[in-house]
T-cell receptor, first 115, second 112 residues
Framework: NAGVTQTPKFQVLKTGQSMTLQCAQD?????MYWYRQDPGMGLRLIYY???????DKGEVPNGYNVSRLNKREFSLRLESAAPSQTSVYFC??????????????FGQGTRLTVV | AQSVTQLGSHVSVSEGALVLLRCNYS??????LFWYVQYPNQGLQLLLK??????LVKGINGFEAEFKKSETSFHLTKPSAHMSDAAEYFC??????????FGSGTRLQVQP
């Protein structure tokens, strides 16, 4: 049972390079999320998708774009990476449109370093 | 602004001692609260969740949390710490954005 799968697990980028973080879930969940985790700051929401075909900005969307390719996949793109985007990125999904007592399931994370 | 606040970024206990990790929520949040655990180099997994059915919630690995409306708290406890409990713990709730909002986390260290 794969759950939420993120690729790659590790990545080093040079400033200005672009890349896409991939996320796929096999639980038929409607909602998907991208978070970044930085020391002492918990997890901060970058973007989320309440359902297929919709995306919304979270707390820290600047410098990122997302695509909800289909119900399973939700990708995060860095168009021009900056050192401030060095972080651990987590993708998550939940069953319904989020909210209430809906549990979110997390991937294993992508550790990104921008030099 | 976050809707949940975790007091104490680091907590250290001895093996066998009581674990108490603190979480306070803002009174405006819906009464759905979660505790997640993150083991080193892993993703987050759910420990327990409060859904207003009962104020004392039991989770996995012997953890439990009590919802106290009068104190706007949802503290996580475990009677006897084990070395395997060393991890980072996050309190969370849903906000109007319909996505989980997390506290800043508490790293639990268990001393032998």
């Amino acid at each position: 049972n794969a759950g939420v799968t993120q690729t790659p697990k590790f990545q080093v980028l040079k400033t200005g390079q672009s890349m896409t973080l991939q996320c796929a879930q096999d639980m038929n969940h409607n909602s998907m999320y991208w978070y970044r985790q930085d020391p002492g700051m918990g997890l901060r929401l970058i973007y989320y998708s309440a359902s297929e075909g919709t995306t919304d900005k979270g707390e820290v969307p600047n410098g990122y774009n997302v695509s909800r390719l289909n119900k399973r996949e939700f990708s995060l793109r860095l168009e021009s990476a900056a050192p401030s985007q060095t972080s651990v990125y987590f993708c998550a999904s939940s069953e319904r449109g989020g909210g209430g007592n809906t549990e979110a399931f997390f991937g294993q994370g992508t550790r990104l370093t921008v030099v | 602004a976050q809707s949940v606040t975790q007091l104490g970024s680091h907590v250290s206990v001895s093996e066998g001692a009581l674990v108490l990790l603190r979480c306070n929520y803002s009174s405006s949040v819906p009464p759905y609260l979660f505790w997640y655990v993150q083991y080193p180099n892993q993703g987050l997994q759910l420990l327990l969740k409060y859904t207003s059915a009962a104020t004392l919630v039991k989770g996995i690995n012997g953890f439990e949390a009590e919802f106290k409306k009068s104190e706007t708290s949802f503290h996580l406890t475990k009677p006897s710490a084990h070395m395997s409990d060393a991890a980072e713990y996050f309190c969370a709730t849903y906000t109007g954005r319909r996505a989980l909002t997390f506290g800043s986390g508490t790293r639990l260290q268990v001393q032998p």
